[in-house]
């Protein structure tokens, strides 16, 4: 069990990128949750299996949806007991 938290920058708000970043992470059995930042920026804190969590950043950097992606900052985290992952506001 792995947790990663990351910082998606570009045009990643108002365009459903939370929502499919949660739909594709649900799909891979994570936990977490993806949130907007006053910056403009997402933030995406992802736990579970490592190869997992390698698929939800390559989905990320494709840009889900109408999302353009242009950078992504990665660190690791303590696990964080997620029970799921959702949208936070």
């Given at each position: 069990?792995?947790?990663?938290?990351?910082?998606?920058?570009g045009?990643?708000?108002?365009?459903?990128?939370?929502?499919?970043?949660?739909?594709?992470?649900?799909?891979?059995?994570?936990?977490?949750?993806?949130?907007n930042?006053?910056?403009?920026?997402?933030?995406?804190?992802?736990?579970?299996?490592?190869?997992?969590?390698?698929?939800?950043?390559?989905?990320?950097?494709?840009?889900?949806?109408?999302?353009?992606?242009?950078?992504?900052?990665?660190?690791?985290?303590?696990?964080?007991?997620?029970?799921?992952?959702?949208?936070?506001y």
């Amino acid at each position: 069990m792995r947790c990663i938290c990351l910082i998606v920058s570009g045009r990643v708000q108002g365009v459903f990128f939370r929502d499919n970043t949660r739909k594709r992470a649900i799909e891979l059995g994570l936990n977490g949750y993806a949130k907007n930042l006053l910056d403009g920026n997402v933030e995406v804190v992802a736990e579970g299996d490592e190869n997992k969590i390698k698929e939800l950043i390559e989905f990320i950097r494709k840009g889900p949806g109408i999302a353009k992606v242009t950078d992504i900052k990665m660190q690791h985290k303590e696990l964080g007991n997620f029970k799921k992952f959702e949208i936070m506001y």
